[in-house]
């Protein structure tokens, strides 16, 4: 029985032994696959690069608030225009019996503003002067002023579409034609062509005012 005994215990301590062979075995080999593992992770590891100023900018970004800022500063301007227009036509001399029209012997064409007339001097004798007043008078019923000048901000704030410059050029021709059409009604629709093409007026027009012009 002692001999059984001790045999008995010696397989347990052998066990115990190759038990803890096995673990110690086993951690050295997790051990080493860490280490492993990590050795790969700083090998692998991606190289931090400093970029430029420039290169962290959204120049997408910077481009559209470029236009945005050009295009109000356009908008500014044209107010200050309508501003500057309305004071310089206030300061020209009356007409002897129509309040709205006024006198100018620096321009040569003629040309409505809102609710004023600008004639030159030298017509006021023409004899087709009531013509072109009629005409202008027609612009000023019809309130185009307003359609010009809402035209002139919308061209201002999409200053960098071209088709806005074709749609501009149409409208003006529109109301021309509008005018044109309502004078004919009135009067000598061949005398009316005359003067029209005796006052064809080639100078270049301020997109703020409805000039005396054919309209082809």
Not at 6 to 35: F, G, P, Y
Not at 47 to 61: G, H, M, P, Q, R
Not at 80 to 95: D, G
Request: glycine content about 0%; proline content about 2%; some cysteine.
């Amino acid at each position: 029985k002692g001999d059984q005994k001790s045999d008995q215990k010696n397989v347990q301590e052998n066990v115990q032994e190759n038990v803890q062979e096995n673990l110690t075995e086993r951690q050295e080999a997790i051990i080493e696959i860490i280490v492993e593992n990590k050795s790969v992770f700083l090998i692998e590891r991606p190289e931090i690069i400093e970029l430029k100023w420039y290169e962290t900018i959204d120049w997408f970004l910077v481009i559209v608030i470029l236009i945005a800022v050009i295009s109000v500063i356009k908008v500014g301007i044209r107010i200050f225009k309508i501003v500057q227009l309305t004071n310089s036509i206030q300061k020209l001399e009356k007409h002897p019996t129509e309040k709205n029209i006024r006198i100018t012997e620096s321009e040569t064409h003629v040309y409505s503003f809102y609710k004023w007339i600008i004639l030159p001097k030298k017509l006021l004798k023409s004899e087709n002067c009531s013509v072109l007043i009629q005409h202008e008078k027609v612009h000023i019923k019809q309130k185009h002023t307003f359609d010009l000048v809402s035209l002139s901000f919308i061209s201002d704030f999409f200053w960098l579409n071209p088709i806005i410059k074709l749609i501009r050029k149409d409208i003006n021709l529109n109301l021309e034609f509008m005018v044109d059409d309502e004078i004919t009604k009135q009067e000598n629709s061949y005398s009316y062509q005359k003067t029209l093409l005796n006052f064809n007026q080639n100078q270049t027009q301020n997109i703020l005012t409805n000039a005396f012009n054919s309209s082809d």
